[in-house]
């Protein structure tokens, strides 16, 4: 759920079960933060995999490879992503930072505080709560560029290969119309098995994979922004029924795509 304009990010009250508690191996340009409050999950950030039991605070870089695998049969937790373009706003040399909560436990204390604060102020919804909700993601990136921010580390590929860079440009219009593999790997004169491989390895993830999640992305800026119908923006965004958007976005968010819009519209302004 979209708060507003003024503090674009989305707010995610988890309560999963069954497959909707294994998060796939993904990236987003937004900065997440997750507070695990019921449950236990694996978690691979980068390579790195670690167990969260809850209480837990995680912070995932933006443009970060993460997975969630679940411990426990119930998972709950609190998420938050602050979109990439409003930290960058405030922090100009935002792409050359990190943030780690490592051997900063205070630090991660207070986060764990103002995200239980924003979920109960959305479940209790006083007077002004979007205000509120604003003003504790404000101080959230205060408290990350004061106390936990580190150089962002060097990747071990300094530079994507040109012809998956151009690709990823290429799908960024692309993706709402029917594309191939294929298509790409004829156009710079490679076989399927090689590109699949290469882009895997720029990426961390399949062509299809990389593809079916930009989709589910931009479909959610339309959940949130506009009022179209589900079909409608399931077909505007490259999925052949709404049927197979809701499976991809219940696989990526959690939620269906209708209970994610109904709770995002609950958090807009009143007039």
């Known amino acids: 759920m979209r708060l507003n304009a003024r503090f674009p990010a989305m707010l995610l009250l988890q309560n999963l079960t069954g497959q909707a508690r294994t998060i796939p191996l993904h990236w987003h340009r937004s900065l997440e933060l997750d507070l695990l409050t019921a449950g236990s999950l694996d978690v691979t950030v980068a390579g790195q995999t670690t167990t969260l039991t809850a209480p837990a605070v995680l912070v995932i870089n933006t443009a970060t490879l993460h997975a969630m695998t679940p411990n426990t049969a119930r998972i709950q937790a609190i998420t938050l992503l602050i979109s990439y373009d409003f930290i960058k706003q405030a922090l100009p040399d935002y792409d050359d930072l990190a943030f780690d909560l490592q051997g900063r436990s205070a630090t991660a204390a207070r986060l764990k505080t103002c995200l239980a604060q924003i979920g109960e102020w959305y479940r209790q919804r006083p007077n002004g709560y979007q205000l509120l909700i604003g003003e504790q993601i404000d101080y959230i990136l205060y408290l990350l ?10 990747q071990p590929t300094t530079q994507c290969d040109y012809r998956i860079q151009a690709t990823l440009t290429s799908l960024d219009t692309a993706y709402q119309f029917p594309v191939s593999m294929r298509r790409y ?83 807009r302004p009143t007039s």
């Open 185 to 267: 790997a004829d156009r710079y004169h490679l076989t399927l098995t090689y590109f699949s491989r290469l882009f895997h390895r720029e990426t961390g993830q399949s062509f299809r994979e990389y593809l079916l999640n930009l989709r589910v992305e931009m479909a959610q800026k339309q959940l949130s922004q506009t009022s179209m119908k589900i079909i409608d923006i399931a077909l505007a965004n490259g999925f052949g029924s709404a049927q197979r958007l809701i499976a991809a976005f219940e696989k990526l968010y959690g939620l269906s795509p209708t209970r994610y819009r109904r709770q995002e519209r609950a958090l």
């Open 145 to 154: 560029t004061t106390q936990a921010v580190v150089p962002r580390p060097i």
